[in-house]
């Protein structure tokens, strides 16, 4: 059974930054890609960035282009999202999750595996 644990939601002003964490449990961790999304209140959860197993090539949603930048670290089993000059509309609960497959996709049914996630909120 994949566990995954996210971390380093919290509030901040707009133009901020956060760097999220997710941890993930059981073995393979480099296999698989990985990737992030949100979901804000009355809305669908969305695609954000998702990175490949070997973390070579990463694929974003286009409102955080330039802003936000997913990395991992296979050896600590973790997926990072560092996420600059945020704006209240990037206010949301972050998921991560762990794709079907070793190959970056930004589509929510190629991904078995998901966190609890971790709010974060933008202030105005």
């Known amino acids: 059974q994949v566990q995954l644990v996210e971390s380093g939601g919290g509030l901040v002003q707009a133009g901020g930054s956060l760097r999220l964490s997710c941890t993930a449990s059981?073995?393979?961790?480099?296999?698989?890609?990985m990737g992030w999304f949100r979901q804000a209140p009355g809305k669908e959860r969305e695609f954000v960035a998702a990175?490949?197993?070997?973390?070579?090539?990463?694929d974003y949603a286009d409102s955080v282009k330039g802003r936000f930048t997913i990395s991992r670290d296979n050896a600590k089993n973790t997926v990072y999202l560092q996420i600059s000059n945020l704006k209240p509309e990037d206010t949301a609960v972050y998921y991560c999750?762990?794709?079907?497959?070793?190959?970056?996709?930004?589509?929510?049914?190629?991904?078995?595996?998901w966190g609890q996630g971790t709010q974060v909120t933008v202030s105005s």
């Open positions: 059981g073995r393979l961790f480099g296999t698989y890609a």
């Open positions: 990175i490949s197993w070997s973390g070579n090539t990463a």
């Open positions: 999750a762990r794709a079907k497959h070793g190959i970056q996709t930004a589509a929510i049914s190629d991904y078995d595996y």
